[in-house]
């Protein structure tokens, strides 16, 4: 099957790119520093209303949400060109990709009303509370209880890794409403004020740069949160962590097949380099076949990604999506390693473009910061679970 743009994408394209050449803020802004994923300084939301406001932060919507009703193919060339040139279009990636989304097809009108517009133009900074130190891949076990007094409901338990909790000024918190139930059937998701009485965040550093916060522990003592706050129906809460983000799966994997064509350019780069051994590194052997199998691995990802969204886009189902974030993760994660093993100590002080939408750093702080790929969204063992079940069809 082979997946071509027609007349009409390539014009979207054309206007698109030349959209971003007159407006995308310069490549020193988007590459300076970030403090969390819900810390949205005033040229951060100036981009993003400026995106929203011509139609480009979420062109697959409607008008009304500052969308222009795009194709499928239409928004796979925005991401093609996005990624390309790194260039986010939001600092609060949770917010734009789960919470918007989330709120417009579960929310009330009301919540809808209240929370959609303000959270794309980055008016609103959210944080998202699942994980708890009970319950991370085991979601469903999760713990923090949520019980129903008069019009309010109180929640008392803790949260952890919740990225941006600090800055952010709401979030959706899954919450235990029925104990009772089995563990998929009795949980809910408040969107609580972050400036509500009883919480408290505590945020740490992350394991490759100690003055980088973006994980905190959230604590929810008595908090108090409006019934009416409560996103979806009382129980239903699993329904949305499974989202309704179809459209934009079928393109993530664009994400990491840039990041590993980035990371085997920089790899290849090194080949001029004279190596620990004092010879160049390039006239290793060893060297060069280890740089063509990862650069064989990169088209074979785009190729794969391809794939799977010509079926997507003729309605089919496809496994590829799977496979993709396990493979796309773990190969730049594994190309980062290797070219930092062919360095040895000089990978702690030379610097790499940031792969994907990192900031620059070493070989040796980017090959730490490689892990984050491969744990949310599920992990690499779980992807490995749900490929050998779902798709595989091994037994449970
Ligand atoms: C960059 C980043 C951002 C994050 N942001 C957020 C956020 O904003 N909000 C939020 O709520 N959470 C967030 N998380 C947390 C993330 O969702 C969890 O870390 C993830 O779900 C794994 O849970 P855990 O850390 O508790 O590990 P566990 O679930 O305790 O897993 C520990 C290890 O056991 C393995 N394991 C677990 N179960 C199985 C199994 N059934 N079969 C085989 N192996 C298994 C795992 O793969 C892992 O290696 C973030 C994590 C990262 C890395």
Redesign the pocket.
């Known amino acids: 099957m082979r997946l071509r743009y027609d007349e009409a994408d390539e014009e979207f394209r054309s206007e698109l790119i030349d959209w971003l050449e007159h407006n995308s803020p310069s490549r020193e802004l988007l590459d300076s520093d970030k403090l969390s994923s819900a810390w949205l300084p005033d040229w951060v939301r100036a981009w993003q209303q400026t995106l929203f406001d011509s139609g480009w932060l979420v062109p697959g919507w409607s008008p009304e949400f500052g969308g222009r009703n795009a194709t499928a193919a239409q928004q796979m060339i925005y991401f093609e060109e996005l990624s390309h040139r790194r260039i986010p279009r939001t600092w609060n990636p949770?917010a734009l990709g789960i919470v918007a989304p989330s709120i417009r097809d579960y929310g009330t009108a009301e919540q809808v009303q209240r929370f959609v517009v303000p959270t794309l133009r980055a008016e609103i900074a959210w944080?998202?509370?699942?994980?708890e130190p009970g319950?991370?891949?085991?979601?469903a076990s999760l713990s923090t209880k949520a019980v129903l007094d008069g019009d309010e409901f109180v929640i008392n338990g803790q949260?952890v890794?919740?990225?941006?909790a600090h800055h952010a000024d709401w979030c959706i918190c899954y919450v235990r409403t029925d104990p009772t139930a089995p563990k998929h059937k009795g949980i809910s998701a408040l969107l609580v004020d972050m400036k509500s009485e009883g919480i408290q965040c505590r945020p740490f550093p992350e394991l490759s740069e100690p003055d980088f916060f973006d994980?905190n522990e959230v604590f929810f003592t008595n908090v108090r949160v409006p019934a009416k706050n409560m996103l979806g129906e009382l129980n239903q809460g699993w329904h949305l962590t499974q989202g309704s983000l179809a459209h934009e799966r079928a393109m993530l994997w664009i994400d990491y097949a840039y990041s590993l064509q980035r990371a085997v350019q920089g790899f290849v780069d090194l080949g001029s380099r004279i190596g620990p051994s004092g010879t160049r590194l390039g006239d290793d052997a060893k060297f060069r076949d280890t740089v063509a199998s990862f650069q064989i691995d990169s088209l074979a990802i785009s190729a794969m990604g391809y794939r799977g969204f010509s079926k997507f886009m003729v309605g089919r189902s496809s496994p590829e999506h799977s496979l993709l974030k396990l493979f796309g993760s773990e190969r730049v994660q594994q190309c980062i390693l290797a070219a930092t093993e062919f360095l040895g100590p000089d990978a702690i002080d030379l610097g790499i473009e940031g792969p994907r939408m990192w900031r620059d750093g070493s070989w040796l702080i980017q090959y730490l910061r490689s892990?984050?790929a491969t744990?949310?969204?599920?992990?690499?063992?779980?992807q490995r679970?749900i490929i050998a079940e779902r798709v595989l069809g091994l037994p449970r």
């Not at 944080?127 to 994980?131: A, H, L, P, W």
């Open positions: 949770q944080c998202i509370g699942m994980s319950a991370g891949s085991d979601l949260k890794w919740t990225s941006g994980f892990f984050g744990i949310p969204g599920g992990t690499s063992e779980i679970n």
